[in-house]
């Protein structure tokens, strides 16, 4: 093997096919010194080696053949030494030998791309593993990685045949002699042009012709020549050449329609009243590039008759103002009665319990403030629609610019973050997956990329089951509109699955792909035993022939037992380069290489359609796509000694791989329990980016569904209360905050640059006057970077020599980032469209993946690329917080971008949310300690720049600022409860002043949640449980979560509440079984105490004022009535301690126990003697 020509191929020889790429740079860290390993002369050196079945590698570089080679003569040859006998010298070009066509030799290193295991990081080389297979099972898909082939049948060639996009083998003679492209160019240039089997001379000589006959005359890729740089930077100057040429394509030197030029290029026809007219024969209804262009109508009339009117893509849909007006005036109506109440309680204060009055007040006091930041955010809500009839028409119809129709869509990379097998089961993440290939975006468009983080052959083997049964699932969406996509959800679904099907096959199909899922997941449930049998077996071979080896060595001396680390084993017969099961040296959670596999390589350009019954696909896809997307695993490199950011670090992994492969310009993040439950979601998240002003919108949020939460959400598990009301709310002002999932990101907001026209507000009434902020542009900066600014060069030039120290060395990166924001711009098909981009700027294909380009990735992966970078601190997302999310949307609101909110009729994702009282108190826990941790930072709202409106800083101000209201919700649900023990109340008396304030309070309190129900959608229970869980949150992780941080802050120590006992859920068969699962922690003491010093003092109260000579019924009454306020709140608390009816904990009994006896005792103590006239017995209180 050797380079071919100057752009660096892949070219494999017959005598030795080897099983490993290494890049290695002089470095050690994978690229030349100096270099990032981008374009030009600095792109990586390419040589090989293969990895024995014992893990040994042997290199086949030029500079250690010899050596090797040397030293072999003298010592005899090993079997691993006689790999080295036959090896390939390749001779540089000479007109008896030129190299082969770049387009066809691209096709065939992306073969060979497709199917490796690219593997380095830190102070190792890159190597490349080609994977024999992926799974125990064939894959059948031609796009996934070990897909099946032919071999060559010349006797001592293993290579493979070349296929096409079915996968179907290439053959050039017709006896069907295989033969491969290595093979058949020997065969035409030393064998006279004769087949090896037929010895029958080739009708066709060249490759390009068997390539081009075989795909039945597929659109030619138009490419520029390659310059002296090589392939790597022929491939960057043409992604470049798109961002530099397509406005002077369709327009003059004065910045009009230079419609001349568009004649010429397109072949167009003159309009009405011209001497060429199209004829109604020639019109060019399906876009193929007729003599009309596509310019004319269905019916032959000219586009000037049939043209519509421009539209936009998304429409806001304001509240009504009969809901909306009534309001804001009960808003302000409540705000002058608290101010006028809380005045009232200040002068007039209990001279008979002052203790009383003041913890009263202040409480109130904090509660009237936390108040005001909660609703002042909610005074502009609004609702979006969007329209994917108008998407389609401007990027999917055919058009002067994009005569055949393509999608002139922008490209789109999904990213899928897990960590650990064990506690996000592989199926669930592997169903994810697969809703996601089948959803309803450009194929060719849609690339994913699934991060796990343990770097687990467990999730690889299984993601590699995803893809191959993709081949049937994706199709089978397709075909019949399935939703939702995910074959879990789908299969399970309580409705008829009959219902609007029309084809008649699809009660058949239906049946062979249930039964396909069944077998599905029954693979993916074995994979834990299958690996672990597989990995003992090649264990103990390994050591029977260590120890044979040992034997033969000492001869006749004892021998002891060998001892040989237990590897963990691919399908392929080779050692796992992640976590191993029994964790060993480099092979641990936090000791492993980086690891990327292709395991769907890109799909080609145009449609492939299926056939009836081919093989693999048993069933009918005649005239269905049965193209996949792209899918690549991505384990970031992890060593000791490295601060890895947890999820945020995963993810900035991932931009940056996903940057080097695809650079789709924009980035959508899920979790791996949340799938795509609307095909379209992709597209509705789409309109907004695309719309007029969309340039400026960092990210649209989608909000978050849940599916298995129990009928009567006793938790709050839906949080509709958020999602529907404060997120609607906050998108009338710059936009929802980011909540970590379901998020649509454009890539230069991620990136840290500003929007492009930013304006800056000041005071109260910036949302109303905003003040545009002028930012001079030089007229000499180039097209690719004239709207890259960041907040450190607003009044220059953006200075691309000063990226590296920003985003890192890797030149493949930097140079991606102004072809990202091009593809990123929308559609200037209108004059108010502002930095727009021409249409039909995408429709040109995507590059082929390379060898080098899949090094830069994992180069770009390894734990030291971020040192002395900007990643993570303004770069991607933000570490040092519990909560990445929401600061990482905090800055790029501080920046001045919007975001959107985008709620559709049909869920876009849903996923899965905790049920258990104690996992629901702990995940609320971790979100409070990241609001706590974003107050003490840097990141507080008091801190945001000028570009962030008042009201957008007031609600991140609430963000951080709530977990510190427990302190005063606590104090104030022991209240009433002192308030009975002492016998006062928060005032001196009940009377009409007090009742009336409290009466209005309440009365607009209750008139502001109907009406927030009325513009948000949301129903009564949702409030209610809303409020109920508020409380018992705030008395329990909020409180812990306070005192967490500030032990954080202060004195820098960490405390983490752990789980220590569990009861109940053992039914299988119970769907919320969960619900009734009583775990105990420390986050539950202080509700519990709260409940039972409430209760103890309802009794102590009630028997207090029977048995006095004159009856306090006011004080009473007052402490009973908040006593039942606070209670009725904690009630959900109180039924998750019961768990489930008939298995109720045995705490549950001691808690009771002691409560009724602490009860009886008091009653006893209250109960006055017969011959003791003192006022409540001989019991007596302070």
Known sequence: MASNGGGGVLRHSNSSRLSRMSFSGEDGRGQPPGAGGGGGADRPMVTFARRTHSGRYVSYSRDDLDSELGGSEAAGFSPDREEFLSYHVHIPATPDNQPMDPAISARVEEQYVSNSLFTGGFNSVTRAHLMDKVIESEASHPQMAGSKGSSCAINGCDGKVMSDERGEDILPCECDFKICAECFGDAVKNGGALCPGCKEPYKATEMEDLVGGAEGGARPTLSLPPPPGGAAASRMERRLSIVRSQKAMTRSQTGDWDHNRWLFETKGTYGYGNAIWPKENEVDNGGGGGGGGGLSGADGQPAEFTSKPWRPLTRKLKIPAGILSPYRLLVLIRMVVLGLFLTWRIKHKNEDAMWLWGMSVVCELWFGFSWILDQLPKLCPVNRATDLVVLKDKFETPTPSNPNGRSDLPGLDIFVSTADPEKEPPLVTANTILSILAADYPVEKLSCYVSDDGGALLTFEAMAEAASFANMWVPFCRKHGIEPRNPESYFSLKKDPYKNKVRSDFVKDRRRIKREYDEFKVRINGLPDSIRRRSDAYHAREEIKAMKRQREAALDDAVEAVKIAKATWMAD??????????????????????????????????????????????????????????????????????????????????????????????????????????????????????????????????????????????????????????????????GPVYVGTGCLFRRIALYGFDPPRSTEHGGCCSCCF???????????????????????????????????????????????????????????????????????????????????????????????????????????????????????????????????????????????????????????????????????????????????????????????????????????????????????????????????????????????????????????????????????????????????????????????????????????????????????????????????????????????????????????????????????????????????????????????????????LLWVAINPPSQNSQIGGSFTFP
């Open 573 to 734: 017969g080779t050692h796992w380069p992640g976590t191993w099961i029994q964790p060993s040296a480099e092979h641990t959670r936090g000791d492993h290489a980086g690891i990327i596999q292709v395991m769907l390589k890109p799909p080609s350009d145009d449609p492939l359609y299926g056939s009836n019954g081919e093989e693999g696909r048993p069933l009918d896809f005649t005239d269905i796509d049965i193209r996949l997307p792209m899918l690549v695993y991505v384990s970031r490199e992890k060593r000791p000694g490295y601060d890895h950011n947890k999820k945020a670090g995963a993810m900035n992994a991932l931009v940056r791989s996903s940057a080097v492969m695809s650079n789709g310009p924009f980035i959508l993040n899920l979790d791996c329990d949340h799938y795509v439950y609307n095909s379209q979601a992709f597209r509705e998240g789409m309109c907004f980016m695309m719309d007029r002003g969309g340039d400026r919108i960092g990210y649209v949020q989608f909000p978050q569904r849940f599916e298995g939460i129990d009928p009567s959400d006793r938790y709050a598990n839906h949080n509709t209360v958020f999602f529907d009301v404060n997120m609607r709310a906050l998108d009338g002002l710059m």
């Open 770 to 1160: 905003p003040k545009k902020r002028k930012i001079k542009i030089s007229s000499s900066a180039s097209e690719e970077t004239r709207a890259l600014r960041m907040a450190d060069f607003d009044e220059e030039e953006m200075n691309m020599s000063t990226f590296p120290k920003k985003f890192g060395n890797s030149n493949f990166l930097i140079n991606s980032i102004p072809i990202a924001e091009f593809q990123g711009r929308p559609l200037a098909d209108h004059p108010g469209v502002k930095n727009g981009r021409p249409p039909g700027a995408l429709t040109v294909p995507r590059d082929l993946l390379d060898a080098s380009t899949v090094a830069e990735a994992i180069s770009v992966i390894s734990c030291w690329y971020e040192d002395k970078t900007e990643w993570g601190q303004r770069v991607g997302w933000i570490y040092g917080s519990v909560t990445e999310d929401v600061v990482t949307g905090y800055r790029m609101h501080n920046r001045g971008w919007k975001s959107v909110y985008c709620v559709t009729k049909r869920d876009a994702f849903r996923g899965t949310a905790p049920i258990n009282l104690t996992d629901r108190l702990h995940q609320v826990l971790r979100w409070a300690t990241g609001s706590v941790e974003i107050f003490f930072s840097r990141n507080n709202a008091l801190l945001a720049s000028r570009r962030m409106k008042f009201l957008q800083r007031i609600a991140y101000l609430n963000v951080g600022i709530y977990p510190f209201t427990s302190i005063f919700l606590i104090v104030y649900c022991f209240l009433p409860a002192l308030s009975l023990f002492s016998g006062q109340f928060i005032v001196r008396t009940l009377d009409v002043t007090f009742l009336t304030y409290l009466l209005v309070i309440t009365l607009t309190l209750c008139m502001l949640a109907v009406l927030e129900i009325k513009w948000s959608g949301i129903n009564l229970e949702e409030w209610w449980r809303n409020e109920q869980f508020w409380l018992i949150g705030g008395t329990s992780a909020h409180l812990a979560a306070v005192l967490q941080g500030l032990l954080k802050v202060i004195a820098g120590i960490e405390i983490s509440f752990t789980l220590t006992s569990k009861s109940g859920g053992d039914d299988e068969n119970d769907d919320y079984a969960d619900l009734y699962i009583v775990k105990w922690t420390s986050l539950m003491i202080p509700p519990i105490v709260i409940m039972m010093v409430n209760l103890i003092a309802i009794a102590v109260g009630f028997s207090r004022t029977i048995y006095s000579e004159i009856p306090q019924w006011s004080k009473l009454l007052g402490g009973v009535f908040f006593s039942f306020w606070v209670l009725a709140h904690l009630y959900p608390f109180a039924k998750g301690l019961m768990g489930r009816r008939g298995r109720t904990p045995t705490i549950v009994f001691v808690w009771s126990g002691l409560l009724a006896i602490t009860i009886s």
